[in-house]
C-alpha cells in the first residue's frame, strides 16, 4: 500500500513493524475526504532520518483547501493567504532572529537543512478524530528520532505527548503557534535561536531560518 511504501528505505528499514499500522490506517482512510492528497501524506519521511537534526512537532494538518503539503506548518508555495499559526510563527520568528516574515509559505528551505515538520496526526477529516488513528506510529517516530542527537521542538499539548522520547536537554517545549494560545506560551519562547544555540552545542551546523 502507498503509506509505508512512500517513505525513505531507511524508515521503513527502521520501523518496519509499522507497515501494518499504517496499511490500517490507509485503509481506514479509504472511503473518507482527508487532507493532505493521499500521494503527500508521507511527505515528511521522504528524505533519509540520518538527515534530520532538528523535529518540530505540531498537532495536525491544515483544513483549508489545498494548505497541507505533508509537512507540518507548511503551504504551497503559491498559496497566497498564509494560515494564522505559519503568520504567528514567522512573528515569532522576527521577534527571536529579527527575521522578516517570508511572503510565502513554503517551508522546504527549512527541511533543506535538515529540520523535520510533523504533525501528530498525519491527516485531517472533517468531524473524525484522526489523531487517535496516527498517535502509535508518530509515537514510533518520536522514539526514533529522540534516541538519534536530534532536537525535538513540542508546539502544542498533542505534540509534548511525545517529548518524553526525547532527552531533557534536548526538548524545546511551547505552546502552540495558533491564534487560540499563541500568547499563552509561543511569542517570547524564541525557539529558532534556541535550536541554534543546542545545535552548536551538538556540534553541527545551525539553521538559517530565513525563507526566501
Known amino acids: 500500500m502507498m503509506f509505508f511504501g512512500s517513505m525513505h528505505p531507511d524508515w521503513q528499514i527502521l520501523l518496519p513493524h509499522c507497515e501494518p499500522l499504517l496499511n490500517k490506517i490507509e485503509l481506514a ?26 523535529a518540530i512537532f505540531g498537532q495536525d494538518p491544515y483544513p483549508g483547501h489545498g ?10 508555495r503559491l498559496k497566497k493567504k498564509i494560515p494564522a499559526s ?22 522546504t ?34 522514539r526514533v528520532l529522540g534516541s538519534s542527537q536530534i532536537i525535538g521542538v513540542f ?6 505527548q511525545l517529548s518524553h ?8 517545549i511551547s505552546a502552540h503557534p495558533s491564534p487560540l494560545s499563541a500568547y499563552r506560551g509561543f511569542f517570547g519562547s524564541k525557539p529558532f535561536s534556541r535550536i541554534n544555540q543546542l545545535l552548536e552545542i551538538n556540534g553541527r551546523e545551525i539553521v538559517d531560518w530565513r525563507i526566501t
Open 155 to 160: 508546539w502544542g499539548k498533542d505534540a509534548q
Open 67 to 76: 494548505d497541507a503539503t505533508g509537512l507540518a506548518f507548511s503551504i504551497p
Open 29 to 54: 482512510l479509504e472511503n473518507r475526504e482527508f487532507v493532505p492528497s493521499k500521494e503527500t501524506v508521507m511527505r515528511a519521511f521522504v528524505r533519509p532520518p540520518r538527515d534530520i537534526k532538528v
Open 86 to 107: 505559519l503568520r504567528n510563527i514567522y512573528t515569532e520568528l522576527h521577534s527571536d532572529l529579527d527575521i522578516p516574515p517570508a511572503s510565502h509559505g513554503d517551508l
Open 109 to 142: 528551505a527549512w527541511v533543506d537543512q535538515g529540520v523535520a515538520l510533523v504533525n501528530r496526526s498525519l491527516t485531517f477529516t472533517q468531524g473524525f478524530p484522526s489523531i487517535s488513528l496516527w498517535e502509535e506510529f508518530t509515537n514510533e517516530v518520536a
Open 165 to 172: 522520547y526525547f532527552p531533557k536537554d534536548q526538548r524545546i
